[in-house]
């Protein structure tokens, strides 16, 4: 379904004559097993499952790191929520910085077209496509919408710890 998911919202950011026009999830999933077969679902499996390997790598690494840093520097209260939410900023900036390259492959290698007259696709796998775009684009194509990447994985982490921690503290005075 990632596949189908990262189609659908690059649809629209297309020439017109390049855009496959989808009309929903269902035609999505529909055309791409008509047109490329079961195999195309899993193009950027490779890069996502890596990406998700460092997200848990860099924010659980990080976090505790964090939250010590800011006890001390900024004489927060270790675990208070201020705490918490300055940590996990700064670890889904560290774990963004590390994963936009991966999470720009797989949408590359989820949005590839075969090539009109070889009929092959253009990126094979995650080196190969980071080692393509770095040579034809440049490096800093692979962070190519890094702010909203950024927003969205700080977000994500910021919520997830700060309700770990308000999940912790219930606990302890439950005790």
Not at 16 to 26: C, I, K, P, S, W
Not at 76 to 99: D, E, P, R, W
Not at 161 to 168: D, E, H, S, T
Request: with cysteine.
């Amino acid at each position: 379904m990632e596949v189908a998911t990262v189609r659908m919202s690059n649809d629209a950011t297309l020439p017109l004559a390049e855009r496959r026009n989808y009309t929903g999830v269902f035609d999505v999933v529909k055309r791409i097993n008509a047109e490329e077969g079961v195999k195309a679902f899993w193009r950027g499996a490779t890069p996502f499952a890596q990406r998700a390997a460092l997200v848990g790598v860099f924010q659980v690494a990080t976090l505790d790191q964090f939250k010590e840093l800011y006890a001390k520097q900024l004489n927060q209260k270790k675990n208070s929520i201020s705490n918490v939410f300055c940590a996990a900023m700064t670890s889904g900036l560290i774990y963004s910085i590390a994963t936009m390259p991966l999470e720009a492959s797989k949408n590359r290698m989820a949005i590839q077209k075969p090539d009109a007259v070889t009929g092959k696709l253009p990126y094979t796998g995650t080196i190969q496509t980071l080692r393509a775009v770095s040579a034809n684009e440049g490096f800093m194509a692979l962070y190519n919408g890094f702010l909203p990447y950024y927003m969205r994985c700080g977000g994500h982490t910021v919520s997830m710890f700060i309700i770990v921690q308000i999940l912790r503290d219930n606990y302890k005075s439950m005790q």
